[in-house]
């Protein structure tokens, strides 16, 4: 998931906060996930103040009750030290829920598309990837052996504006 809409500006970009639309689209983003049945029991989150409180939006209204593991490298790294991070997720993990940033979050749910997925899904995917997007996947194996075309699209959420 990339994180929800947040001021332009802040005394660091890592500073910054999310506006009232971002917050709505937080709360939607966890509502659509208890909808589907895709409740995270693990998080994987960077570090900055737009993406906690992103997260915290969505367990509330979700009804996650997980504490989330914030990762500095989610927030300075690219796609390779997101992957990496994903692949460190506990084996009894069944639903993980990864909040970051552009271009990063598009780039890795491209990566890990293996192209088989619900059509209506990728179709949206492929459309773009603003704030508060979310793409569910399948994963079949263990979070260790995640990698390139390894997860199967099978939802996707984005706000409608």
């Not at 992957?83 to 460190?88: C, D, I, N, V, W």
């Not at 603003?130 to 199967?152: H, Y």
């Given at each position: 998931?990339?994180h929800?809409?947040a001021?332009?500006?802040?005394s660091?970009?890592?500073?910054?906060?999310?506006?009232?639309r971002g917050?709505t689209?937080?709360?939607?983003?966890?509502?659509?996930?208890a909808?589907?049945a895709a409740v995270p029991?693990?998080a994987?989150?960077s570090?900055?103040?737009r993406t906690r409180?992103?997260?915290?939006?969505?367990a509330e209204?979700?009804g996650a009750?997980?504490?989330?593991?914030f990762?500095?490298?989610v927030y300075?790294?690219?796609?390779?030290?997101?992957?990496?991070?994903l692949?460190?997720?506990p084996d009894d993990a069944?639903?993980v829920?990864?909040?970051?940033?552009?271009?990063?979050?598009?780039?890795l749910v491209?990566l890990l598309?293996?192209?088989k997925?619900?059509?209506?899904?990728?179709s949206?995917?492929?459309?773009?990837?603003?704030?508060?997007a979310?793409?569910v996947?399948d994963?079949?194996?263990?979070?260790?052996?995640?990698?390139?075309?390894?997860a199967?699209?099978?939802a996707f959420?984005a706000?409608?504006r």
């Amino acid at each position: 998931m990339r994180h929800a809409k947040a001021e332009p500006f802040a005394s660091t970009d890592h500073a910054r906060v999310l506006i009232e639309r971002g917050r709505t689209d937080a709360a939607d983003a966890g509502s659509y996930l208890a909808g589907i049945a895709a409740v995270p029991d693990h998080a994987v989150v960077s570090t900055s103040a737009r993406t906690r409180e992103t997260w915290t939006l969505i367990a509330e209204a979700a009804g996650a009750d997980v504490e989330a593991t914030f990762d500095d490298a989610v927030y300075h790294g690219g796609t390779d030290e997101a992957l990496e991070s994903l692949r460190a997720v506990p084996d009894d993990a069944t639903t993980v829920i990864f909040v970051g940033h552009n271009p990063t979050a598009s780039n890795l749910v491209h990566l890990l598309d293996d192209g088989k997925g619900d059509p209506d899904a990728v179709s949206g995917m492929l459309r773009g990837f603003p704030t508060s997007a979310l793409v569910v996947f399948d994963v079949s194996g263990s979070w260790a052996d995640l990698g390139v075309e390894s997860a199967r699209v099978t939802a996707f959420h984005a706000p409608s504006r």
